[in-house]
């Protein structure tokens, strides 16, 4: 994970160099985004009938040779158009890469700890995010952004190795597809069309990661416009929001179960705290009300992430899990131009405290139809 954000600084910083546009920068975004909209339905298909510890080996070693190309491009002053090629493959990678890796981390924890895996995951994620942001502008300033793509190439080798030197007869073995099943991604959604319950929670979770929760827009329009932060106050803020998701992955850890009564309550908080955060006098403020909201945040995903696994058959799962990539990819895209938007019609304090409502609005609505579809799931095995 720390390479990973490490190579995500270098794109952007090499496009910013070559371009100065931040338009060029959200385009080389979207490229990586767009192939899990396209293909991860597929990707969940193919992790549910592959042996999916093959499959992570060839994606690891795909991610490792496009980022080394990624460094080709910049040691060797390929056109910009190569970097955006690269950045559509790394997306398409991912969309197999996405699903399989959620499926084998079930075989690997078991039902019965698989939020705790989860939490542990969202907690490496968070803190890999904070090392490599912060140790990637360092080496990005000093040796420039080919050094990150060739430390991030060279990352994956480790997990590579950890691949290898796990002892398979110990996995939790989940049911797959049928290797002659026909119509595996048709298959997948009519099987999601007969789940409410995980319709709901899909539906809570793109309202509160596009318009409840996008915060690299709100948190930008913050600190350039009422808050007077500028450059230096976004990227405090940043900081800021990336140790609350630490936070959050502790707190989430320490939960045994994770109910759909903590999906619906930490929406509502974090949506709250979201209409608190815009009446926000100053930046340590505001700052001091994005800790809890990105704490739950994590809380959210977690139990998202765990409610789908645990509340759907086995081998339907990695077609699941690319359903709620797709329900991610797709809150990213269309939440963050939506909310840009309002900063700009109605003023950034004014759109958090919409967006907010929005959410509290969301999270009951959801909490309703669970309470009448009789939607309380099974707990987790103690």
């Known amino acids: ?91 398409l990678v991912s969309a197999a890469d996405g699903p399989a890796l959620g499926r084998f981390g079930g075989m690997v924890s078991g039902p ?66 049928a290797p002659a099943e026909r119509g595996a991604v048709r298959a997948g959604f009519r099987y999601l069309a007969t789940q409410p319950t995980v319709l709901v929670v899909l539906g809570v979770a793109f309202v509160l990661g596009s318009i409840g929760r996008n915060y690299q827009v709100t948190m930008a329009a913050m600190s350039f416009g009422p808050l007077s932060g500028g450059p230096a106050g976004y990227g405090v803020l940043s900081t800021v929001f990336a140790a609350g998701t630490v936070l959050g992955a502790i707190v989430v850890g320490r939960f045994r179960e994770l109910r759909l009564q903590l999906l619906v309550g930490a929406g509502v908080v974090a949506s709250v705290l979201q209409m608190v955060a815009g009446a926000a006098p100053g930046l340590w403020s505001f700052a001091a009300v994005l800790v809890p909201i990105a704490a739950a945040a994590v809380i959210v995903d977690t139990t998202v992430s765990t409610r789908v696994q645990l509340d759907t058959r086995e081998d339907m799962r990695g077609r699941v899990l690319a359903a709620a990539a797709v329900v991610s990819a797709l809150g990213g895209m269309v939440g963050a131009p939506v909310l840009g938007a309002l900063c700009e019609a109605i003023g950034p304090r004014e759109t958090l405290v919409v967006a907010g409502a929005i959410g509290v609005l969301a999270c009951s609505a959801g909490a309703v139809l669970l309470l009448r579809r009789s939607a309380e799931v099974p707990v987790l095995a103690e």
């Open 1 to 91: 994970m720390t390479g990973t954000w490490m190579k995500v600084l270098g794109v952007n910083w090499f496009v910013l160099q070559a371009t100065g546009s931040t338009t060029s920068m959200g385009l080389a975004l979207m490229l990586q985004t767009l192939p899990i909209l396209l293909f991860g339905p597929l990707g969940g298909a193919l992790a549910d009938r592959l042996p999916v510890r093959r499959v992570l080996l060839v994606t690891q070693a795909a991610h490792a040779v496009l980022s080394a190309g990624f460094a080709a491009v910049v040691l060797f002053g390929g056109h910009l158009s190569w970097l955006y090629l690269l950045a559509f493959l790394t997306g």
């Open 112 to 177: 019965a700890l698989l939020s705790q895996a989860l939490a542990n995951g969202s907690l490496i994620s968070s803190t890999g995010r904070i090392i490599g942001m912060s140790l990637g502008g360092v080496v990005a300033a000093t040796a420039g952004p080919a050094v990150l793509f060739l430390a991030n190439a060279v990352s994956f080798a480790a997990v590579i190795a950890a691949l290898l030197a796990m002892r398979t007869s110990s996995l939790h073995q989940l049911a797959a597809a």
